[in-house]
């Protein structure tokens, strides 16, 4: 496996361990410290950050996938370029 072939299992681990961590012990963590108004809004913003760096990790994956994809019809790598010739005459 390649580049984008091995992103995708490793964004759906990270995305379901996420999912797990989140799922349990956001509420004791919520229920212990999440008393005064200002701790509630320190707590929400690590959500925040876990939903904000899934969709950045998704938005990679995607990304990548399209370009292997796209890189793959054309027969080009991602990093080709084509040549182009300054000389006069060509």
């Known amino acids: 496996m390649t580049g984008p072939a091995k992103q ?6 990270v995305t379901f361990l996420d999912l797990a961590v989140l799922n349990s012990y956001a509420g004791v963590i919520w229920k212990l410290w999440g008393r005064t108004l200002c701790t509630r809004a320190v707590l929400l913003l690590f959500p925040g950050l876990l939903v904000a760096s899934a969709a950045n990790l998704w938005l990679h994956v995607a990304a990548n996938l399209l370009k292997s994809r796209h890189c793959r019809h054309s027969d080009q790598t991602p990093d080709s370029a084509i040549p182009i010739s300054l000389e006069e005459g060509d």
């Not at 995708?8 to 681990?13: D, E, F, G, K, Y």
């Open 8 to 13: 995708l299992p490793v964004a759906v681990v």
